[in-house]
């Protein structure tokens, strides 16, 4: 298993990848009626930093997950974290945190949240077993709001902003 920097090659393959992730929220929601994945071009056009899992370091390792972390200018917000059900369960998206956590450091630091649903097993739960927290959601975290209410994400379930402490 291994984290490292997205690569222009792999940008392409983040959209396929995070809609094959929305499969476990089909299974539970049914039709979703959600927008197709952001394309990893458009992720890579937004300050922040994009991180992809690989099944080892071997060149050319196919990736299996990414995180997209925004810089929000002294804030961070983790805006998406995916990984292929295919591989799910073996430890990439917990390693995807922590690479997170260090680039972040690395980057000066500064606080870190993300938006989730409170109540599915491998969202709000996961992320508070790995010691984040719910918060109110900060005014920054206004444009994923609005974001979200045009997409109706909360017709499934309880949003949560959550805060890495
Ligand atoms: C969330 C996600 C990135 C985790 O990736 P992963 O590689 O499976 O992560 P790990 O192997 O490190 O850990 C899996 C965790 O999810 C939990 N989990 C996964 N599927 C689950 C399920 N169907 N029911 C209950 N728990 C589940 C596991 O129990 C485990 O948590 P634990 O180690 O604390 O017990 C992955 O499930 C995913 O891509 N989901 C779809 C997209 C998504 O929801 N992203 C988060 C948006 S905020």
Not at 21 to 42: I, S, Y
Request: with cysteine.
């Amino acid at each position: 298993m291994s984290v490292r920097p997205a690569t222009t090659a792999d940008l392409p393959l983040l959209g396929p990848l995070e809609d094959t992730g929305d499969r476990q929220f089909t299974d539970l929601f049914g039709d979703l009626g959600w927008p197709a994945a952001t394309p990893g071009e458009e992720r890579a056009g937004v300050p922040g930093f994009l991180l992809v899992a690989t099944g080892d370091e071997t060149p050319g390792a196919p990736v299996v997950g990414f995180a997209h972390v925004l810089d929000l200018g002294g804030a961070w917000h983790l805006e998406q974290l995916s990984v292929d059900p295919d591989h799910q369960g073996r430890g990439h998206g917990t390693a995807l945190l922590a690479a997170v956590d260090t680039e972040v450091a690395a980057r000066g630091g500064g606080t870190l949240t993300l938006m989730t649903y409170a109540d599915v097993a491998w969202n709000g739960p996961f992320y508070a077993r790995r010691g984040w927290v719910e918060v109110e959601p900060p005014d920054r975290l206004a444009p994923m709001l609005a974001a979200e209410e045009r997409e109706g994400l909360a017709r499934h379930g309880r949003r949560i902003a959550m805060e890495r402490c």
